[in-house]
């Protein structure tokens, strides 16, 4: 318990300066991220459970990453991180889920992800800001992509890039889960980390 709180506190803080730094008001952040003033007045108050949809579109709409809204501050040169060690930020019904690892740090952030997607099980994502590009490189199993209704089938050992600010869905197919890397390529520029 006191992890989720450290955890609240230090999204409430990071979402509270990035705000702060965009020059946005409680009202415009919640009109442009679709996210009711009352969930920001409680997120910046380091309560309640903001969902994975939610922090996406907040992140989207300050301009940084999932996880600068959510990382405390770095501790070093060199950051080594056990996928076991990060809770989950989406888990399917069928026990699909998606851990964010990390984000480099700079003035274009990565975000590299561990995706799970069990067969049949589905996760999709609105479209991202412009400059926003995806890959996804699949280690086991296999995957069907589909970028603004457009199947891709992705498979154990291929690799797929996008542009993230179209409609996108990751879909686990076949007879067993499907394990993936992918990465979120931020574009430049100064509102990229909080």
């Known amino acids: 318990m006191a992890e989720t709180d450290a955890a609240l506190r230090t999204l409430a803080r990071n979402v509270r300066a990035a705000r ?11 009109r442009r991220a679709k996210v009711s003033k009352g969930a920001l007045v409680a997120l910046e108050k380091a309560q309640g459970n903001p ?23 770095a501790e070093g040169r060199v950051r080594v991180v056990s996928a076991g060690t990060v809770m989950p930020l ?26 799970q997607l069990q067969p049949g099980e589905e996760y999709p ?24 209704g457009a199947e891709h089938l992705v498979e154990a050992g291929q690799t797929a890039t996008f542009d993230g600010d179209a409609p996108h869905t990751y879909r686990g197919t076949g007879t067993e889960a499907c394990h993936l890397i992918m990465t979120v390529h931020l574009p430049p520029g100064p509102a990229s980390t909080v």
């Open 90 to 115: 989406w888990v399917g019904e069928e026990g699909s889920e998606a851990r964010l690892v990390l984000t480099t740090s700079g003035l274009a952030p990565t975000e590299i992800w561990r995706w």
């Open 20 to 30: 702060t730094r965009a020059g946005l008001s409680l009202d415009e952040l919640g």
């Open 125 to 148: 994502s609105h479209p991202h800001q412009a400059g926003v590009v995806e890959t996804v490189s699949v280690t086991c199993g296999r995957m069907m992509l589909i970028v603004d």
């Open 51 to 73: 969902n994975f949809a939610t922090l996406v579109r907040l992140a989207d709409t300050l301009g940084v990453s999932v996880s600068a809204l959510m990382e405390g501050q």
